[in-house]
């Protein structure tokens, strides 16, 4: 099982709109490294969901429900989607302060590649948003 983190500015699409529709095709991902972090993405694989813009925090758990397949958004290219299920919601948003001050979460890509969409978390990160949220 690989770990992920998705971002969305919930002015678009917030965690409250994930769970009302009680899953959702992560469309309109438009960036390479994005899409072949969507390609990698498994059944089963847990993914965090992010408020970007307005919020900045880590507010849910989800989990990828069906593996990549043409997104229908896409005019053009190679683009793909995948399902995403909601889990829960944390019990509390962990925010980009709380991760930037976290020792273990140096290394994060959404400190390292802020403008990424999709990306991959180690175990040991997701483990460590997780923990902040208690």
């Known amino acids: 099982m690989k770990h992920w983190l998705v971002k969305q500015e919930p002015s678009a699409y917030s965690?409250?709109?994930f769970v009302r529709d009680g899953r959702?095709?992560?469309?309109?991902?438009?960036?390479?490294?994005?899409?072949?972090?969507?390609?990698?993405m498994r059944c089963g694989d847990r993914v965090l969901y992010y408020h970007s813009?307005?919020?900045?925090?880590?507010?849910?758990?989800?989990?990828v429900v069906a593996e990549a397949y043409p997104d229908p958004t896409?005019?053009?290219?190679?683009?793909?989607?995948?399902?995403?299920?909601?889990?829960?919601?944390?019990?509390?948003p962990v925010t980009l302060e709380e991760i930037k001050a976290a020792p273990k979460l140096a290394g994060i890509a959404l400190l390292r590649q802020s403008r990424l969409?999709?990306?991959?978390?180690?175990?040991?990160?997701?483990?460590?948003?997780?923990?902040?949220?208690?």
């Open 15 to 17: 965690w409250d709109d």
């Open 24 to 40: 959702t095709a992560w469309t309109g991902v438009r960036n390479f490294q994005a899409r072949n972090n969507l390609l990698a």
């Open 53 to 63: 813009v307005v919020g900045k925090a880590v507010v849910g758990e989800s989990e």
């Open 74 to 92: 896409a005019k053009e290219g190679d683009w793909v989607c995948v399902d995403l299920k909601p889990d829960k919601a944390l019990p509390r």
């Open 117 to 134: 969409s999709v990306m991959p978390l180690t175990a040991a990160e997701y483990r460590a948003i997780i923990r902040l949220a208690k």
